[in-house]
């Protein structure tokens, strides 16, 4: 799972500074209603179920606890991000990758601790989305799921083959192995408490903003941080 807090805060802001919280709907998104619709659903539960169990963790499990948690589900998210990268042909910045998981399996406890952080081994953030645009993939229509978030059916794609070839669902244990898909989603979740209170801040249309500042974000990764002005850019 990638761990997506600080990017969202800079998408977000981004997102702000364009004017993207009060911008009209966007044809990327033809089935607005049903989305927006799903979007009160989500929001209701994630109010009043996910967001208090992601501070309950926050509140009563040990920082060192949740920080050796999160860099295990990132060097797995490494391992993807330099498949990809090597499927996108950015062998260097695969490299890196696999540099990562290499340095932080043997000597960081099989990731428990981030060692290749500490000596400055950058992190990608590519995946099976980003692979796809790259090979010229549309993205199709934007969808908000459910406790999922934003998506489109590219990306969504893109997270289906993740989880589906990732190394839990190959656990035979169930229940382990549905514990450990809880414990990523509240820690992922864990991470993103600080974005909602900067949406609740800066957006007259939550559903709006989150929909743009998620555009923003992603156009931000496809271009590896660097993206052209939007006016010459498709």
């Known amino acids: 799972m990638n761990k997506p807090s600080r990017a969202m805060i800079l998408a977000a802001t981004v997102a702000l500074l364009a004017g993207c919280a009060t911008a009209?709907?966007?044809?990327?998104?033809?089935?607005?209603?049903?989305?927006?619709?799903?979007?009160?659903?989500?929001?209701?539960?994630?109010?009043?179920?996910?967001k208090p169990i992601a501070q309950g963790y926050v509140d009563f499990i040990p920082y060192?606890?949740?920080?050796?948690?999160?860099?295990?589900?990132?060097?797995?998210?490494?391992?993807?991000?330099?498949?990809?990268?090597?499927?996108?042909?950015?062998?260097?910045?695969?490299?890196?990758?696999?540099?990562?998981?290499?340095?932080?399996?043997?000597?960081?406890?099989?990731?428990?601790?981030?060692?290749?952080?500490?000596?400055?081994?950058?992190?990608?953030?590519?995946?099976f989305g980003l692979t796809f645009a790259h090979w010229g993939i549309p993205a199709g229509p934007y969808l908000f799921v459910p406790l999922f978030g934003p998506t489109t059916v590219r990306d969504g794609t893109g997270v289906i083959i993740r989880i589906a070839v990732g190394p839990v669902g190959f656990i035979p244990d169930v229940p382990l192995r549905n514990s450990l898909y809880g414990v990523g989603f509240v820690d992922q979740r864990s991470q993103l408490l600080g974005v909602g209170d900067l949406?609740?801040?800066?957006?007259?249309?939550?559903?709006?903003f989150i929909r743009n500042a998620y555009f923003q974000r992603r156009r931000y990764l496809f271009y590896d941080g660097k993206p052209p002005p939007e006016a010459e850019d498709e």
């Open 64 to 127: 060192f606890i949740r920080k050796g948690i999160s860099n295990v589900f990132n060097n797995i998210d490494d391992a993807f991000s330099a498949l990809n990268g090597t499927l996108q042909g950015k062998f260097d910045e695969a490299g890196n990758d696999m540099g990562r998981v290499m340095v932080n399996s043997l000597f960081g406890v099989v990731g428990l601790i981030d060692v290749a952080s500490d000596i400055g081994i950058p992190r990608g953030h590519e995946d």
């Open 24 to 50: 009209p709907s966007n044809p990327a998104d033809p089935l607005e209603p049903m989305n927006r619709a799903l979007y009160r659903v989500h929001d209701v539960v994630d109010t009043n179920v996910v």
């Open 199 to 208: 949406v609740d801040t800066a957006a007259l249309d939550r559903y709006t």
